[in-house]
């Protein structure tokens, strides 16, 4: 499952942190999300796990909370989506 490309070590560590911050919240739901991919043109692939991967406040929870947050904290990156299956 570990799809992340290893030469941006310090960009992935970065956005984990970002993650790490809002990861309390989505666990206390019994859920949590995971960093897939940094693509090439910098664009993080996260995914919902657990009960956020069927919460019908999913969609606000990554645009209020996880999109935001890495947005923020790790200006480098373009845009935040989220995957549902991986292939």
């Not at 739901?29 to 693509?39: A, K, P, Q, R, Y």
């Not at 090439?40 to 919460?55: L, P």
Request: glycine share 4%; charged share 30%; aromatic share 4%.
């Amino acid at each position: 499952m570990e799809m992340i490309q290893q030469d941006n070590s310090a960009l992935i560590k970065r956005i984990e942190s970002a993650l790490d911050s809002v990861r309390p919240y989505l666990k206390a739901d019994h859920g949590n999300v995971s960093l897939i991919e940094v693509t090439a043109d910098k664009i993080a692939k996260v995914k919902f796990e657990g009960a956020c991967s069927s919460c019908s406040m999913s969609a606000m929870t990554f645009k209020a909370g996880i999109e935001e947050t890495i947005l923020r904290m790790v200006p480098e990156i373009k845009a935040v989506e989220t995957i549902d299956d991986l292939p």
